[in-house]
Nanobody, 125 residues
Framework: QVQLVESGGGLVQTGGSLRLSCAAS????????MGWFRQAPGKEREFVAA????????SYADSVKGRFTISRDNGKNTVYLQMNSLKPEDTAVYYC??????????????????WGQGTQVTVSS
């Protein structure tokens, strides 16, 4: 079992920045690939970014490439999402998730095994 707790969400103006954190406890954090997803009202949950267990590989949705950066600190059992140049369309609840499949980074929510409770990000225009 892995427990995930997100933090760092809030209200920011267009063009601003936020850094989300996801603290993990339970089984060995460093053995999991980690992902960030988001869900806006009335929309399906969508992939944002993922990072491999060994920090070698990252993957991003086209909509956030060049603006968002995923990172992790295995010593602190934490994964981060640095979000810059935020846009109103980035408004959503952001979730972190853990995947015990280590061979590749997955973008489907159903592929992930553990989820946090989410943190709200609101970007005002």
């Amino acid at each position: 079992q892995v427990q995930l707790v997100e933090s760092g969400g809030g209200l920011v103006q267009t063009g601003g920045s936020l850094r989300l954190s996801c603290a993990a406890s339970g089984r060995t954090f460093s053995s999991y690939s980690m992902g960030w997803f988001r869900q806006a009202p009335g929309k399906e949950r969508e992939f944002v970014a993922a990072i491999s267990w060994d920090i070698v590989k990252t993957s991003y949705a086209d909509s956030v490439k060049g603006r968002f950066t995923i990172s992790r600190d295995n010593g602190k059992n934490t994964v981060y999402l640095q979000m810059n140049s935020l846009k109103p369309e980035d408004t959503a609840v952001y979730y972190c998730a853990a995947d015990d499949f280590r061979l590749l980074l997955q973008v489907r929510p159903a592929a992930y095994d553990y989820w946090g409770q989410g943190t709200q990000v609101t970007v005002s225009s």
